[in-house]
Every structure is written in C-alpha cells, then in structure tokens.
C-alpha cells in the first residue's frame, strides 16, 4: 500500500516499506465461562465504498482518472438491467463506486479498511480534485452492531488525507434491537 504514503508517520513506514502487520482481532478470555457477556470491541461486520455521484457523472471520466474501473456505476436515465433482462429502474443520477465488502479482506479493524480500499486508487491530489470537479465524493461505511457497546477510530493522518482529497465519509449504522 504504498499508494498511502501521503497519510504521514507511522502510517508510510507499515506500507511504504512492507511491514505493516495487523494487530490481532480482540476476543473475550478463551477460558470465559460459557454465556460470559462481554461488552465493548471492534465492530462485528462492516463494508466500506467510495462513491463518486453527480447528476451528470459520466462513470468512465471517473474509471480514466482513477485508472480502474468500479465495483458498480450507473448513468442517469441509462435503465438499470436485472439478471434476467427486465429494468430494475432508471437512475436519476450518476454514480461510480468501489465496495470492499468484509468477505474481501481479513482486516477487521474499519480505518485499515478504508486504507485499504484508498490503497487501491491512486494518491495525487490533482487526480482527486478533478474527479471532485465532476461529483461528490464520499466514502460509506456500513456498520452493523451486534451489541449495544462496539468501537471504532479514524486517525487524525487519514481524516487529513480525505479532507485533503474531498472526500466526505459516511456511516450509516445498525443495530439490534435490544430489550
């Protein structure tokens, strides 16, 4: 991920020279009792997307700047296709994203997933202030709590690298209902 060289101190030396190694997943005592509760921890599942929408976005200006292409897009007024031919709906605006689900990595920890997903595209703030010239951007996090008391963090490195870059973040959180 050298890609994230930018984000600054420790950050550059766990990808810039190959050596970042995850912390372990916390996990309750292997020798709790059975029904132990525990409280508080990483969250249990999650996905991470950047999306770029505008009402006129043209999707492949975004795959050029980016050099890739996206997970899903969508043009406005282009139908959207359902697997057996027939319209799903026509989109009222455009849209390029990249998802990485959490089946698509081992990494549990959301700010070394949102790294993980940047460290796929490239660093250099003029690429990013064009694809912002031609939309929104915004990163999604999806969040899902399996208990009242979960945990996550953003560092101040890699809020300084969205802001730089424009790129807004979004968390759109779930939880069971507990009684």
């Known amino acids: 991920m050298a890609v994230l060289a930018g984000l600054g101190g420790a950050a550059d030396k766990r990808y810039s020279l190959g050596l970042y190694m995850k912390h372990p997943r916390p996990s309750p005592p292997p020798d709790a009792p059975p029904g132990t509760v525990t409280l508080g921890g990483p969250i249990e599942w999650f996905s991470v997307s950047l999306h770029v929408t505008a009402t006129e976005l043209r999707p492949e200006e975004v795959s050029r700047l980016f050099g890739m292409e996206p997970t899903a897009c969508q043009t406005k007024d282009v139908p959207l296709q359902r697997e057996d031919g027939s319209t799903k709906r026509v989109p ?54 399996s208990s009242g008391n979960e945990e996550f963090e953003l560092g101040p490195e890699l809020m300084q690298f969205l802001g730089e870059r424009k790129v807004r973040i979004y968390f759109d959180v779930y939880a069971e209902h507990e009684e």
């Open 92 to 145: 009222k605006f455009g849209r390029w994203t990249h998802a990485l689900k959490s089946a698509q990595t081992d990494e549990w920890d959301i700010e070394a997933v949102i790294e993980e997903l940047l460290g796929r595209l490239p660093c250099e703030l003029e690429v990013w202030h064009q694809v912002a010239a031609l939309g929104a951007i915004r990163i999604s996090v999806g969040l899902a709590l």
